[in-house]
């Protein structure tokens, strides 16, 4: 039986290795895993696309448990794609969404995937859209994609989910100022974590952020049938997560009537191939071998101010080998 159909089957070690084989930068195992993709990809698209970011300490891996197990209840299957920021140092990353988890980690019908963000902008690995394509062909019907939660470029898991939810604490400090407005701005839902810990505070960030979001949609952001709404709950306690969870389900039916979700999946689509040509381009340039020979020669020469930034930069494209395997 091929990797794809053990995929189709929804075995678990064959879902593990398929997205290894992903992730992995050989380019052989490109090769495989494009043939992979191919074959699984008819069977891909009919789960719900949840993005999940907020800070650190906000509690998502908490709340992730807490929905994933309230929608287990509900019939569903639940994947997790759970990216953890990489050392800058040494490369590494702890992975410890699986042990945050443990009760939804040991559910049959969840799947957790914990991986490293290497350096990828954004809070996203560099193939988590591939990864999130195997767990629809496995048959999970509702895919969540948890983001690291460190920055402002915590924005591109809006460019690959149906929709974005910003978690946030109500004991922030300046709750304008702790949300980012990149991040804001891209936001269908805003969530109140941990608002059991003090309810006057959390309905002060609710107040003050729904007069943001109001800013921001007359704007024209969210201009259509969808407001963005705030929400309170209390993920360790799962209290509102039916609340939240019929928040999504109305987002869904909104959005969906209108076609704006099928509509977002194509223009994500299209921004997906652009930036592994991106992605390719700039492996193909590393690779090549005129511009492996000129390059110590111009780094040396621009930090030393004897050549234009610009004009080393054109030179070494210029050197670029046109027959460069991308990998």
């Known amino acids: ?32 895993a494009d043939e ?16 999940i970011s907020g800070v650190p300490g906000v509690g998502k891996s908490t709340f992730i448990e807490a929905l994933g197990l309230y929608l287990i209840a509900q019939g569903h299957r639940v994947a997790v794609l759970a990216v953890d920021p990489s050392s800058s140092v040494s490369g590494g990353s702890i992975l410890g969404d699986k042990t945050r988890m443990e009760h939804l980690s040991v559910n049959d019908k969840a799947y957790i995937r914990p991986s490293p963000s290497s350096g990828t902008l954004g809070g996203v ?25 460190v920055g402002q470029s915590e924005i591109a898991v809006a460019g690959m989910t149906d929709m974005f939810v910003l978690l946030q604490l109500p004991n922030a400090g300046d709750d304008l100022q702790a949300i980012k407005k990149g991040v804001m701005e891209v936001a269908d839902l805003v969530v109140i974590n941990k608002a059991d810990i003090d309810p006057d ?14 800013i921001l949609t007359q704007q024209g952001r969210h201009s259509g049938p969808w407001h963005p709404q705030v929400l309170q709950l209390s993920a ?9 969870w019929a928040a999504v389900a109305k987002y869904r039916e909104v959005q ?21 040509i991106e992605s390719g381009l700039k492996q193909r340039f590393r690779q090549s071998s005129g511009v492996r020979q000129l390059l110590p020669q111009m780094t040396r020469d621009v930090e030393l101010g004897r050549l234009a930034a610009s004009t080393a930069a054109r030179q070494l494209l210029a050197a670029m080998d046109p027959g460069s395997s991308p990998g």
Request: charge should be positive; charged fraction near 25%.
């Open 1 to 32: 039986m091929s990797l794809a159909d053990r995929v189709r089957q929804g075995e678990r070690r064959a879902i593990a290795k398929a997205i290894t084989l992903l992730e992995s930068t050989r380019a052989d195992h490109r090769a495989q």
């Open 201 to 214: 505070a959390a309905t002060r960030a609710q107040a003050q952020i729904t007069s943001s979001l109001r």
């Open 236 to 244: 360790l306690k799962a209290q509102g997560i039916d609340r939240f």
């Open 36 to 51: 992979l993709l191919t074959a699984l990809l008819p069977g891909t698209g009919n789960a719900f696309r949840l993005g």
């Open 256 to 276: 969906g009537a209108a076609g704006r979700i099928e509509a977002r999946r194509k223009h994500q689509a299209l921004d997906w191939m652009w930036e592994r």
């Open 125 to 149: 690995a560099a193939k988590t859209r591939e990864a999130m394509l195997v767990c629809e062909a496995a048959g999970y019907d509702i895919v969540i994609v948890e983001t690291v939660g």
